[in-house]
């Protein structure tokens, strides 16, 4: 299946964000922020592509600043921005 994850600038904002997805029973882990991304304080949320939407929903909600952007993970582990 597809995922995504979200980067953060800040790491208690990932683990925020973490907690509060598992309160919307959204599947969710927090990953080590993939080199070839680039980017981020080195934790990043890992999710489902069905639930992207959920996702986007939520962090408007909880007004995350710290949000570098979304990115997919191809099956070969390439990354590209969404």
């Known amino acids: 299946m597809r995922e995504?994850?979200?980067?953060?600038?800040?790491?208690?904002?990932?683990?925020?964000?973490?907690e509060e997805a598992g309160t919307y029973r959204l599947p969710a882990r927090v990953i080590n922020t993939p080199s070839?991304?680039?980017?981020?304080?080195?934790l990043s949320v890992k999710m489902l592509a069905k639930?992207?939407?959920?996702?986007?929903?939520?962090?408007?909600?909880?007004?995350?600043?710290?949000?570098?952007?979304?990115?997919?993970?191809?099956a070969n582990g390439a990354v590209s921005r969404v």
């Open 4 to 18: 995504f994850f979200i980067a953060f600038r800040s790491r208690s904002d990932a683990i925020r964000f973490y």
């Open 36 to 42: 070839a991304a680039g980017t981020g304080c080195g």
């Open 51 to 74: 639930n992207m939407g959920q996702a986007r929903m939520l962090v408007e909600r909880m007004r995350l600043d710290s949000v570098i952007g979304f990115f997919y993970i191809a």
